[in-house]
């Protein structure tokens, strides 16, 4: 059963554009909500992360949006550069229990 | 100096065959993982390690045997291999197992079985 769906699968973004990705969840004892960035032949690296007491929460160019009520989470990435071009995860998990991935987010952005 | 570094980085091997995956990190962290990340990039954790106890053991084939010699290390054996167990594998580690401490991954294992 898959308890965090992603999307969109792919996205494709002009360099200086803002690039949106969502997650949505469903078991509500989740209370960590990090994202991982990964570039090919690595493995994932955390970019950003938000627990559910905070709305926002914002390092650099990258925010991450939360909605506790809607159970929906979203990362935005302002003024993308072409070496933002990986594959974002977005993760959810509850104190104790396993990380849980969405399927990933394949961001190409063009110069 | 890496972090969580496994080896190999790349595993070419023939169906049945028996293999081997180790993985270290050198974080002082407690707790240690194995996810697989299939043909679609989607990430399935495999075993968790928390001070050398097993502490998450998904619903994987038997074939797949994970070892903790120490906290430091984790290392996976793969019996009998298979077709379907072409993947990419990753190790990770996280300070503890309890709190929502982020984890870091080492780069990975691929697996291509022939």
């Known amino acids: 059963q898959q308890q965090v769906k992603q999307s969109p699968q792919s996205l494709i973004v002009q360099k200086g554009g803002i690039s949106i990705i969502n997650c949505a969840y469903e078991?509500?004892?989740?209370?960590?909500f990090p994202w991982y960035q990964q570039f090919p032949g690595k493995g994932p690296a955390l970019l950003i992360a938000?627990?559910?007491?905070?709305s926002e929460k914002k390092e650099g160019r990258f925010t991450i949006s939360f909605n506790k009520s809607a159970k929906q989470f979203s990362l935005h990435i302002m003024d993308s550069q072409p070496g933002d071009s990986a594959t974002y995860f977005c993760a959810a998990k509850a104190s104790g229990s396993r990380l849980t991935f969405g399927e990933g987010t394949q961001l190409t952005v063009n110069p | 100096d890496t972090a969580v570094s496994q080896t190999p980085k790349y595993l070419v091997t023939q169906m049945g065959n028996d293999k081997s995956i180790k993985c270290e990190q050198n974080l002082g962290h407690d707790t240690m993982y194995w996810y697989k990340q299939d043909s679609k990039k989607f990430l399935k954790i495999m075993f968790s390690y928390n001070n050398k106890e097993l502490i998450i053991n998904e619903t994987v084939p038997n074939r797949f045997s994970p070892k903790s010699p120490d906290k430091a290390h984790l290392n996976l054996h793969i019996n009998s291999l298979e077709l379907g167990d072409s993947a990419v594998y990753f190790c990770?580690?996280?300070?503890?197992?309890?709190?929502?401490?982020?984890?870091?991954f080492g780069d990975g294992t691929r697996l291509s079985i022939l």
């Open positions: 938000i627990r559910p007491d905070v």
């Open positions: 990770a580690s996280s300070q503890d197992a309890t709190n929502n401490q982020p984890q870091h």
């Open positions: 078991n509500t004892a989740f209370d960590y």
